[in-house]
């Protein structure tokens, strides 16, 4: 049987995937490479103030008492005062 000017049968293949290519050398994400010149500026400036180590610092605890104006008032006065 021959063909009466009939085309050859059409291959279809499937799309391909798109990857990217593999390279020898990994890369940082932009996001990363953007925000470490931020916080090494920020480490620097902390440790030029003094204010790198705040946080360890002592912690001071005030007290105060309040009193009524009656008691207040009952309290002797030095003479001192003008």
């Known amino acids: 049987m021959a063909d009466h000017g009939t085309a050859p049968p059409i ?17 940082h994400p932009w996001h ?9 500026a920020g480490l620097v400036a902390l440790t030029v103030t003094g204010n790198a180590l ?11 008492k309040m009193a009524s104006s009656r008691t207040t008032s009952r309290t002797p006065r030095s003479s001192a005062c003008c």
């Open 11 to 27: 291959t279809v293949t499937e799309p391909r995937l798109a990857t990217r290519r593999a390279r020898g050398r990994r890369r």
């Open 32 to 40: 990363i490479l953007v925000a470490t010149p931020l916080a090494v």
């Open 54 to 64: 705040r946080p360890f610092d002592r912690i001071d605890v005030i007290e105060a």
